[in-house]
């Protein structure tokens, strides 16, 4: 019987996918706000929902089964009944700065007398000070932020389901995220394998859980094939975590004997490596070309265990050699973001040009908007399905950062 969890590639046929249709959180913040938010813009909401239900139509049209996370933390709240519910806020007041205090009895007064729904809903999208009839007279409040709007801040990455968890094999890591502004967001998928009638008991792993030392998020995890995983050493993701996460895998018989860690550039523009380089094809790879040193040359390391159960490193620079040696092939075609040319690749890797989603092999979802990329997959081959595109990229991410696949067939 296939788990609910089964993902042994990037490329096999996509079956079932969780996406977050954008909310109230992305646009309820200030522009002040946005660096800390990881938001370069803000997206104006309407159009956002329209282009999201866009890119949920064509998996749909497509054979996909979508979910949607908020449904399912409700779900799974709903299951797991009134303790676990209580239990679930008490934690995120914990994790959103409110460990104890009248602030923490407040918005647990607020929050318990809503629906489990609107509950999740407000969560999601942030409290702020305005909506309560209260007057905080703790120090932090009065020192620190008193003009400050909110006391729960909006959560407006959710849309990018891809990064608080990875599906990797029959089993996931649930992550330890790098920013403030994130680690909330790991939180719901950890309710969701615990409670959530699909998930719960039905032999799942958890590799790797959020209370782990050592960032890493799932933009940074690829699934080269049933037996590789590929993980970018970035501004997201730690060779220390990449370290530990071997380790699991390796000593839980996930299946995995390999991991492949690829160092990126450790900026904004290209937080994981899904922002660089995808699996598109049995054989076929997007990459930016800005990534890329003298001669196709970039820092990765192969990772297996030697026969005492220890870690064995080898580092190498031919990121073409080093993929065809991993998944056993004569040939790899690196198809470069924008067709080569230094200006177009900056301009639509910068509107996640790289990042795209395979839905089966050699068939990908894109933004419409990287035309110059789409192009190119085409004249290499590829089925190209285009999505609308205009307000998601506000957030800097694409259609691979927007989907977290669940199961997907074998190859
Ligand atoms: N898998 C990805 N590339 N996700 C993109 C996430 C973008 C989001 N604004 C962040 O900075 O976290």
Same mark, same amino acid.
């Given at each position: 019987? #296939?788990?609910?969890?089964?993902v042994?590639?990037?490329?096999g046929?996509?079956?079932?996918?969780?996406?977050?249709?954008?909310?109230?959180?992305?646009?309820?913040?200030?522009? /002040?706000?946005?660096?800390?938010?990881?938001?370069?813009?803000?997206?104006?909401?309407?159009?956002?929902?329209?282009?999201?239900?866009?890119f949920?139509?064509?998996?749909?049209?497509?054979?996909?089964?979508?979910?949607?996370? /908020?449904?399912?933390?409700? !779900?799974?709240l709903?299951?797991?009944?009134?303790?676990?519910?209580?239990?679930?806020?008490?934690?995120?007041l914990?994790?959103?700065?409110?460990?104890?205090?009248?602030?923490?009895?407040?918005?647990?007064?607020?929050?318990?007398?809503?629906?489990?729904?609107?509950?999740?809903?407000?969560?999601?999208?942030?409290?702020?000070?305005?909506?309560?009839?209260?007057?905080?007279?703790?120090?932090?409040?009065?020192? !620190?932020?008193?003009?400050?709007?909110?006391?729960?801040?909006?959560?407006?990455?959710?849309?990018?389901t891809?990064?608080?968890?990875?599906?990797?094999?029959?089993?996931?890591?649930?992550?330890?995220?790098?920013?403030?502004?994130?680690?909330?967001?790991?939180?719901?998928?950890?309710?969701? #394998?615990?409670?959530?009638?699909?998930?719960?008991?039905?032999?799942?792993? &958890?590799?790797?859980?959020?209370?782990?030392?050592?960032?890493?998020?799932g933009?940074? /995890?690829?699934?080269?094939?049933?037996?590789?995983?590929?993980?970018?050493?970035?501004?997201?993701?730690?060779?220390?975590?990449?370290?530990?996460?071997?380790r699991?895998?390796?000593?839980?018989?996930?299946?995995?004997?390999?991991?492949?860690?690829?160092?990126?550039?450790?900026?904004?523009?290209?937080?994981?490596?899904?922002?660089?380089?995808?699996?598109?094809?049995?054989?076929?790879?997007?990459?930016?070309?800005?990534?890329?040193? !003298?001669?196709?040359?970039?820092?990765?390391?192969?990772?297996?265990?030697?026969?005492?159960?220890?870690?064995?490193?080898?580092?190498?620079?031919?990121?073409?050699?080093?993929?065809?040696?991993?998944?056993?092939?004569?040939?790899?075609?690196?198809?470069?973001?924008?067709?080569?040319?230094?200006l #177009?690749?900056?301009? !639509?890797?910068?509107?996640?040009?790289?990042?795209?989603?395979?839905?089966?092999?050699?068939?990908? &979802?894109?933004?419409?908007?990287?035309?110059?990329?789409?192009?190119?997959?085409?004249?290499?081959?590829?089925?190209?399905?285009?999505?609308?595109s205009?307000?998601?990229?506000?957030?800097?991410?694409?259609?691979?950062?927007?989907?977290?696949?669940?199961?997907? /067939?074998?190859?």
């Amino acid at each position: 019987m #296939i788990k609910p969890i089964h993902v042994t590639s990037e490329i096999g046929k996509l079956d079932v996918v969780m996406l977050k249709r954008p909310g109230a959180e992305v646009e309820n913040f200030t522009p /002040e706000m946005m660096p800390r938010l990881l938001f370069d813009d803000i997206p104006y909401l309407p159009i956002a929902q329209k282009e999201h239900d866009n890119f949920a139509d064509t998996l749909r049209d497509n054979g996909v089964e979508v979910l949607y996370l /908020e449904k399912l933390v409700v !779900e799974a709240l709903d299951a797991g009944g009134s303790d676990v519910k209580a239990a679930f806020l008490d934690k995120m007041l914990v994790e959103s700065g409110y460990a104890a205090g009248m602030i923490h009895h407040v918005l647990e007064d607020y929050l318990t007398s809503m629906t489990t729904t609107e509950m999740v809903v407000k969560i999601m999208a942030g409290v702020r000070k305005n909506e309560l009839d209260f007057v905080p007279r703790d120090l932090v409040s009065a020192a !620190e932020e008193k003009d400050y709007p909110f006391f729960m801040d909006p959560m407006p990455n959710l849309y990018f389901t891809r990064d608080p968890a990875a599906s990797l094999g029959d089993g996931l890591s649930i992550n330890n995220m790098t920013f403030p502004a994130r680690q909330r967001e790991s939180f719901f998928m950890e309710t969701i #394998i615990n409670y959530h009638p699909r998930f719960a008991n039905q032999g799942l792993h &958890v590799w790797r859980d959020r209370d782990q030392p050592g960032r890493i998020e799932g933009g940074d /995890e690829l699934v080269l094939s049933d037996t590789v995983i590929a993980i970018g050493v970035s501004e997201r993701t730690s060779a220390h975590a990449i370290e530990d996460i071997a380790r699991r895998l390796f000593e839980h018989k996930s299946g995995f004997e390999k991991v492949l860690a690829i160092r990126i550039p450790h900026n904004h523009a290209m937080m994981h490596l899904d922002t660089v380089f995808t699996m598109i094809n049995h054989d076929q790879f997007t990459v930016h070309p800005g990534i890329l040193g !003298e001669g196709g040359q970039i820092d990765t390391w192969t990772i297996t265990e030697d026969n005492d159960g220890e870690l064995h490193v080898d580092h190498h620079l031919d990121l073409k050699q080093v993929l065809k040696d991993v998944l056993s092939l004569d040939d790899i075609d690196l198809i470069p973001t924008g067709g080569g040319d230094p200006l #177009i690749a900056d301009r !639509e890797q910068w509107n996640d040009g790289s990042n795209t989603l395979a839905i089966a092999p050699g068939v990908v &979802v894109t933004y419409n908007r990287n035309y110059v990329s789409n192009q190119v997959l085409r004249d290499h081959g590829l089925k190209v399905l285009e999505v609308l595109s205009s307000e998601l990229s506000r957030g800097r991410g694409g259609p691979r950062c927007m989907s977290m696949p669940l199961v997907r /067939e074998d190859l």
